[in-house]
């Protein structure tokens, strides 16, 4: 994931601007838009297909799909694609034999010499009649937050696998270029893959000197290793955009609804639906308040007074109102969702494992949270993943305690499931990220955490599901007040006096 901090930028909104130019320089007339796999994410994530339909776009390829597709003489062809060896093959031998009339050629990162000359001469027909460079290779799912759409980044041995290495540093310098940013660069010292993305972040400016000249020093490119904080990840959510992506699975803005009977694909978008954009960030029990308003302002309308007490009875409304469904089908999708959040959070006890979840990463004490945990773990309506992800909590927590118990806890595991990965996961996870790993006071044992967790006691906990706050806040802070460790996160080049911008690299 990359994510960047700053009131003026905006990825979402410099996306658009680059394909409304791609198929502003198109000129007028019906088009065809090629894309990749990834490039199609990309445009899929900021634009509706009816809104590119309305800059005279018509139809949809892809150059990777191997289907055989019949020429179109009179249609521009608009190709947004990565320049990859594979898609310059690709359109080498599109251009030998082109379908369309014309060719308007994008790519989203810096394409060499060498490519540029194999697609000069595959274009022998003279139908090329524009080639630029618009950088942005990564898929943008909100303002601030990029993806590379990466499951499985490391190895055996926790070190990032070549490609994914590879693909990081081209997001990485593509980001930078359309961001115009040339920053400072730190890393995480623990961290070796983060010492060599940031050295190879610095010689690809240094080697692309003339693309940076433009570019602000302002900025500060933190690169950070999720070694620094394995709890987060491990915690239940609370928030609307976080617990569809953990219970349900959202990709690109897709969330997969098949569980819910005539329900499949539901599109979850900032950019395209108000409310979401709005209660995104919102805690789970401020959801349903709001979708009630909604739904209480439409009563009011409809001049009808059916009591809205809970989610079920929202989707019974839905329901015996087909004109609501058909004025708000925004809202009818969200009061689905939200019910569906609701089921599951029910019957996988979810605020019980939560609880003890929040109590095991702030400040439990160790003999409740083991109590607490095994009690949980013979529970047979908490799921196994819950269950494994407590024992991880449980190790990083206590894995220098002198009577812990992680072995017993494991134990415990191996008797409610036979799945080998969840089991070896409690061992994989203190190798990766264990206390002889991480270099930061991850668990609040200085005194100046312990005087802050003091005085948060005193003030009195807001909301005991939400009591964590993660790593990556601290990160934050002390980098706006210039606090940030030099040797924790020491520099690849010299600072910058304002830093206007942060962007950060998580691994």
């Known amino acids: 994931l990359l994510s960047a901090w700053c009131s003026a930028m905006d990825v979402v909104t410099a996306t658009r601007q680059y394909i409304s130019?791609?198929?502003?320089?198109?000129?007028?007339?019906?088009?065809?838009?090629?894309?990749?796999?990834?490039?199609?994410?990309?445009?899929?994530?900021?634009?509706?297909?009816?809104?590119?339909?309305?800059?005279?776009?018509?139809?949809?390829?892809?150059?990777?799909?191997?289907?055989?597709?019949?020429?179109?003489?009179?249609?521009?062809?608009?190709?947004?694609?990565?320049?990859?060896?594979?898609?310059?093959?690709?359109?080498?031998?599109?251009?030998?034999?082109?379908?369309?009339?014309?060719?308007?050629?994008?790519?989203?990162?810096?394409?060499?010499?060498?490519?540029v000359k194999i697609l000069a001469e595959a274009d022998e027909q003279e139908t090329v009649r524009e080639m630029h460079e618009f950088y942005m290779d990564a898929v943008p799912l909100c303002s601030h937050l990029l993806t590379l759409n990466i499951e499985l980044s490391y190895g055996p041995t926790f070190s990032i696998t070549p490609s994914v290495f590879r693909r990081s540093l081209q997001a990485l310098i593509a980001t930078l270029l359309a961001v115009k940013k040339k920053p400072s660069i730190r890393y995480?010292?623990?961290?070796?893959?983060?010492?060599?993305?940031?050295?190879?972040?610095?010689?690809?400016?240094?080697?692309?000197?003339?693309?940076?000249?433009?570019?602000?020093?302002?900025?500060?490119?933190?690169?950070?290793?999720?070694?620094?904080?394995?709890?987060?990840?491990?915690?239940?959510?609370?928030?609307?955009?976080?617990?569809?992506?953990?219970?349900?699975?959202?990709?690109?803005?897709?969330?997969?609804?098949?569980?819910?009977?005539?329900?499949?694909?539901?599109?979850?978008?900032?950019?395209?639906?108000?409310?979401?954009?709005?209660?995104?960030?919102?805690?789970?029990?401020?959801?349903?308040?709001?979708?009630?308003?909604?739904?209480?302002?439409?009563?009011?309308?409809?001049?009808?007074?059916?009591?809205?007490?809970?989610?079920?009875?929202?989707?019974?409304?839905?329901?015996?109102?087909?004109?609501?469904?058909?004025?708000?089908?925004?809202?009818?999708?969200?009061?689905?969702?939200?019910?569906?959040?609701?089921?599951?959070?029910?019957?996988?006890?979810?605020?019980?494992?939560?609880?003890?979840?929040?109590?095991?990463?702030?400040?439990?004490?160790?003999?409740?949270?083991?109590?607490?945990?095994?009690?949980?773990l013979q529970n047979q309506h908490i799921t196994d993943i819950d269950a494994c992800r407590l024992v991880m909590l449980y190790a990083l927590r206590f894995e220098t305690h002198t009577n812990n118990d992680i072995s017993g806890l494991v134990q415990l595991l191996k008797r409610r499931t036979s799945n080998t990965r969840l089991i070896s996961a409690v061992r994989a996870v203190l190798d990766f990220a264990g206390a002889s790993r991480r270099q930061n006071d991850l668990f609040g044992g200085s005194a100046m955490a312990m005087t802050k967790r003091i005085i948060k006691g005193l003030k009195g906990v807001e909301n005991i599901y939400t009591q964590h706050e993660p790593y990556l806040c601290q990160l934050i802070d002390s980098i706006a007040k210039g606090r940030l460790s030099e040797t924790a996160y020491p520099h690849v080049t010299a600072a910058h006096r304002f830093v206007e911008l942060i962007l950060l690299f998580l691994e």
Request: overall charge negative; charged content about 25%; some cysteine.
């Open 21 to 115: 130019e791609m198929i502003r320089l198109a000129g007028p007339g019906m088009k065809v838009m090629m894309m990749d796999k990834e490039t199609t994410s990309v445009v899929s994530c900021v634009y509706a297909q009816s809104d590119v339909m309305q800059k005279e776009v018509y139809l949809f390829e892809r150059l990777d799909s191997g289907a055989v597709r019949d020429p179109i003489k009179h249609l521009k062809c608009v190709a947004f694609l990565r320049p990859t060896p594979e898609n310059v093959q690709l359109l080498a031998e599109e251009l030998r034999s082109p379908k369309y009339a014309q060719y308007y050629i994008y790519f989203c990162n810096i394409i060499s010499k060498t490519d």
């Open 188 to 376: 995480q010292s623990s961290s070796r893959d983060s010492k060599r993305l940031a050295d190879e972040v610095m010689k690809a400016i240094i080697r692309e000197e003339s693309l940076f000249e433009t570019s602000k020093s302002d900025a500060l490119l933190l690169i950070v290793d999720r070694s620094d904080d394995p709890v987060t990840p491990l915690l239940n959510q609370w928030t609307y955009e976080a617990m569809v992506h953990e219970l349900l699975g959202i990709r690109n803005h897709r969330v997969n609804m098949e569980s819910v009977q005539d329900a499949g694909i539901v599109l979850l978008s900032p950019m395209q639906d108000t409310f979401y954009a709005k209660n995104m960030y919102a805690n789970f029990g401020e959801i349903g308040q709001n979708i009630k308003e909604l739904m209480t302002d439409f009563q009011r309308k409809a001049q009808t007074n059916q009591k809205l007490e809970s989610i079920a009875d929202m989707k019974n409304f839905v329901e015996q109102y087909p004109q609501f469904r058909k004025i708000s089908g925004t809202v009818s999708k969200h009061v689905m969702v939200v019910g569906e959040l609701s089921r599951i959070v029910s019957s996988n006890s979810l605020l019980e494992v939560s609880e003890v979840e929040q109590q095991v990463a702030c400040d439990g004490e160790h003999s409740h949270c083991l109590n607490d945990i095994r009690r949980l």
